[in-house]
């Protein structure tokens, strides 16, 4: 079965922001600040009350942002963050009713796996790319390098634990087509409406050089 393929997505930049946002205004004004560094794709965490809100606010007010949900835990969170305005779906892992439900999205999704069973078993129900969560505590970059001799047609997107000191490891795997980080859009930064510094973050991430979209 063929499900709707992220990767065009993920073609528009190295980094995917994954936020947690603390008011709808915030999140609307670090959409703004994200978009203006270079990074489009916005992935909203739904592990605040005010979650979905933003991402209908961002989908509405910052038409360059390309807002996706994250921490999809559930199959009633699905519909709730596609009618939200959601452009694509994340989940941290994904248990078979999870994975059945995500499977008839219409929007591109990247179900969250941690070994290498998973990855076979989501692959085989369709889904092109993963998310490898929590990605340094599961085996980072050598798992990467591991997957890629016997699973060659998956792409992943891994997030857990990437930041500035390791980012360059990841992106020169031509098995990953992006990284989710939070380290773009610090937690103080966003507190303390700090919107230059996420620029500059944003910015910096956005010229970042990755093997799987050679220059």
Same mark, same amino acid.
């Given at each position: ?18 936020? =947690? ?12 600040? %994200? ?9 909203? =965490? ?10 209908? +606010?961002?989908?509405?007010? #910052? ?15 699905? /519909?709730?963050?596609?009618? +939200? ?12 009713? &999870? ?9 591109? #999704? !990247?179900?969250?796996? +941690?070994?290498?069973?998973?990855? !076979?078993? %989501? $692959?085989?129900? @369709?889904?092109?790319? &993963? ?6 505590? #599961? *085996? @980072? #970059? ?6 890629? @001799? ?17 980012? *360059?490891?990841? %992106?020169? /795997? ?17 507190? !303390? @409406?700090?919107?230059? /510094? ?10 970042? $050089?990755?093997? +799987?979209?050679? !220059?």
């Amino acid at each position: 079965m063929s499900l709707p393929d992220p990767s065009y997505l993920l073609a528009r930049a190295p980094v995917v922001p994954v936020v =947690t946002v603390p008011s709808v205004a915030a999140g609307v004004k670090l959409a703004r600040a %994200l978009v203006e560094g270079g990074l489009p794709l916005i992935e909203v =965490t739904l592990r605040t009350p005010v979650a979905l809100e933003a991402i209908a +606010a961002i989908a509405a007010e #910052v038409p360059d942002a390309i807002v996706g949900a994250g921490t999809v835990t559930r199959p009633e969170l699905i /519909q709730k963050s596609i009618d +939200a305005g959601a452009r694509f779906l994340v989940s941290p892992g994904c248990p078979p009713a &999870l994975a059945e439900a995500l499977a008839e999205a219409p929007v591109p #999704v !990247m179900p969250g796996v +941690a070994t290498a069973t998973e990855a !076979m078993a %989501l $692959h085989a129900m @369709g889904f092109p790319v &993963l998310k490898l969560f929590p990605a340094e505590a #599961v *085996g @980072g #970059v050598n798992l990467i390098k591991s997957l890629a @001799g016997p699973l060659p047609d998956l792409r992943f997107c891994p997030t857990g634990g990437i930041g500035p000191s390791n980012v *360059g490891s990841y %992106l020169a /795997q031509p098995n990953i087509l992006a990284v989710g980080g939070s380290w773009v859009a610090p937690n103080e930064a966003v507190i !303390m @409406g700090d919107w230059e /510094q996420i620029v500059a973050l944003a910015k910096a991430a956005s010229k970042l $050089h990755r093997a +799987a979209f050679p !220059m």
